[in-house]
Each structure stands twice: as structure tokens, then as C-alpha cells.
């Protein structure tokens, strides 16, 4: 019947704005935190709990590309000093990344090392970034992404400022990324 059709549109168009909102929720609170980035709340953090944490958020997005997600931990109660949530959210940016990169198939890695610094890394075997794409990848609003906001490398790199730290990137194209961030090491709280 006509009805039952237009129930079927009406729910679509639901959907379709539900999604929007969603997408125009995420770019915003992206924009906020780049415009108004919040001081961090240095704790002592062990990292592989939020390692874990972060593997459990998008593990479903990989399992979709059938994608295997691997952990490289340092022995467990490696403690670093740094801000839980805005540290969590340089992973789940960089782990996104890596998933969208590749293709079904691939593998994802993410490590960390404590030594006289601290180096946490995601690894992918994607599509690799061209030396063009390296010099503006952490720019606002650059994105390859067609429904991207170009501000998640963006604000991967401030976070990792306000850590006093800094960022590293190899990749070849074809052959992976690995993008490495290295913080300092404090013994104490800051």
C-alpha cells in the first residue's frame, strides 16, 4: 500500500538525519576542543589499560574490514604520566585513521615502549601517505576522507603538544604507516 511505502521513505529520511546530526555532532565538538582545547589533567596512567580501552572502541569498525587488530604492550603496570581521556582520544583518532587506510585484510598495531621516553605507536599496513600528504596531514580541515573533518590529526598533534611531546611519521605509499608519539617521562605527577 501507498502508506506503508511512505513509511519505509519516511523512516529513510529519519535515518539519513539522525546520521547527519550525528556527523555535524562530531565535527563540532572536534572544532570546539581545536578552538578551546581543555589544560591537561596529568595522572599516572597505565598503558595497557587505555591500550585495551581503545582496541575495544573500534573493534567492531575493524572486525567490519576484517582487519586484525594487535597489541604490543610494555610489561604490564608500565605507568606514564598523561591526561586519560585526551590520550585516549589521540589512539581512537589514530586508530580510525590506520582502519580507514586499509583495506580487508590488513592489520593494525598498536604499541607502546617506556624507556628514557615514552613512544606509543599505531602501525598499519594501509595505503601509506605520499610526502605531499605528509606535509599537510595534521593541517585543520585537510582531509582525504569524503566525510572527514580533517581536524583529527589536527587535534592529535595539539594534545600531543600539550604533552610536551611530538610526533613521527614513516609511511611509504603502498606499504603502511607507522606514526609514532613520543612523550616526555616524568617519574612525578606534573
Known amino acids: 500500500?501507498?502508506?506503508?511505502?511512505?513509511e519505509v521513505q519516511a523512516k529513510e529520511y529519519a535515518d539519513l538525519m539522525v546520521g547527519e546530526?550525528?556527523?555535524l555532532n562530531r565535527t563540532v565538538s572536534a572544532l570546539l576542543q581545536f578552538s578551546r582545547p581543555?589544560?591537561?589533567?596529568?595522572?599516572?596512567?597505565?598503558?595497557?589499560t587505555i591500550a585495551q580501552k581503545s582496541?575495544?572502541?573500534?573493534?567492531?569498525?575493524a572486525d567490519n574490514k576484517q582487519?586484525?587488530?594487535k597489541?604490543?604492550?610494555?610489561?604490564?603496570?608500565?605507568?606514564?604520566?598523561?591526561?586519560?581521556?585526551?590520550?585516549?582520544?589521540?589512539?581512537?583518532?589514530?586508530?580510525q585513521n590506520s582502519i580507514a587506510a586499509s583495506d580487508t585484510g590488513g592489520s593494525i598495531t598498536l604499541g607502546g615502549k617506556i624507556a628514557e621516553d615514552i613512544r606509543l605507536w599505531v602501525r598499519d599496513?594501509?595505503?601509506?601517505?605520499?610526502?605531499?600528504?605528509?606535509?599537510?596531514?595534521?593541517d585543520p580541515f585537510y582531509t582525504t576522507?569524503?566525510?572527514?573533518?580533517?581536524?583529527?590529526?589536527?587535534?592529535?598533534?595539539?594534545?600531543v603538544e600539550q604533552h610536551h611531546g611530538r610526533i613521527e611519521v614513516a609511511s611509504q605509499p603502498g606499504e603502511g604507516t607507522c606514526i609514532t608519539i613520543i612523550l616526555p617521562r616524568r617519574e612525578e605527577q606534573a
Open 1 to 6: 500500500s501507498r502508506n506503508a511505502k511512505q
Open 21 to 23: 546530526v550525528d556527523r
Open 38 to 48: 581543555r589544560d591537561p589533567e596529568i595522572i599516572k596512567i597505565d598503558f595497557s
Open 55 to 61: 582496541l575495544t572502541f573500534v573493534q567492531e569498525e
Open 67 to 69: 582487519i586484525d587488530l
Open 71 to 95: 597489541l604490543q604492550h610494555p610489561e604490564p603496570g608500565s605507568n606514564l604520566y598523561a591526561d586519560p581521556d585526551l590520550l585516549q582520544q589521540v589512539l581512537l583518532n589514530l586508530l
Open 125 to 138: 599496513t594501509g595505503k601509506g601517505i605520499s610526502s605531499d600528504e605528509q606535509a599537510k596531514m595534521f
Open 145 to 159: 576522507k569524503k566525510d572527514g573533518t580533517g581536524l583529527g590529526l589536527a587535534v592529535v598533534q595539539q594534545i
